[in-house]
């Protein structure tokens, strides 16, 4: 099956320092990546879309040059997370879609990054 | 924007009850799919469901997704202590494709 793989798994960071995150396709090519976050017993918050090639889509509020997302082949994005503040700590999941599979729409998640900026 | 609520936020059952989790979207929706999340865990799908009035079901799960494709029901008959985690559903609207996630119903079985 489709795995989608995050590095690191978890990471803690003093606050002011960036964070790179990343998001692989390990047997499928992903035209599409996405970026969620989750905060404690809380829903999966779309970020920001990452197309191969193109700049990301963010969501309204996501501070784009904040959260620097960059999908640079059809199995890797990256999402950086600049001057990380404590508010920044959360769980992060990327998601992937099958290029084959974009008739079904399904989509894969990472594992997640849970971050703590202390 | 579109939004997607789903309810209850909590279900406390004991092993060998039934429960169900309600999704409700705001507009018209393509597609709806569901997935399940252990805690510390990420959401692993568990189905999609495309056409109006579809029922599908997974063993004891049984997932509806409603005549005007805009509510959606997951329902566990028998439940047991492995059915425990967050379920959430996530429609997909006719535009952007961008999969939106409703808020998640923590299901915990006691045995």
């Known amino acids: 099956g489709a795995v989608v793989s995050q590095h690191p798994s978890w990471v803690i960071c003093k606050s002011g320092t960036s964070v790179k995150i990343e998001c692989r396709s390990l047997d499928f090519q992903a035209t599409t990546m996405f970026w969620y976050r989750q905060f404690p017993k809380q829903s999966l918050m779309l970020m920001a879309t990452?197309?191969?090639?193109?700049?990301?889509?963010?969501e309204q509020g996501v501070e784009k040059d904040k959260f620097l997302i960059n999908h640079a082949s059809l199995t890797l994005s990256t999402l950086t997370v600049t001057s990380a503040h404590p508010e920044d700590s959360s769980f992060y999941i990327c998601s992937a879609r099958d290029l084959a599979g974009e008739a079904y729409n399904e989509q894969f998640f990472g594992p997640g990054t849970r971050l703590t900026v202390l | 924007g579109q939004q997607v609520m789903q309810i209850p936020q909590y279900q406390h059952v004991q092993e060998g009850e039934d429960f169900t989790t309600y999704c409700n979207s705001s507009?018209?929706?393509?597609?709806i799919q569901w997935y399940k999340q252990r805690p510390g865990g990420h959401p692993v799908f568990l189905i999609q469901l495309v056409k109006s009035g579809e029922v599908k079901k997974q063993k004891r799960l049984t997932f509806q997704f409603g005549e005007a494709k805009k509510n959606s029901s997951l329902h566990i008959t028998a439940t047991q202590t492995t059915d425990v985690g967050t379920y959430f559903c996530a429609g997909r609207n006719n535009q952007g494709g961008k999969l939106i996630f409703g808020q998640g119903t923590e299901l915990s079985v006691k045995p």
């Open positions: 990452s197309n191969e090639g193109s700049k990301a889509t963010y």
């Open positions: 507009t018209t929706l393509s597609n």
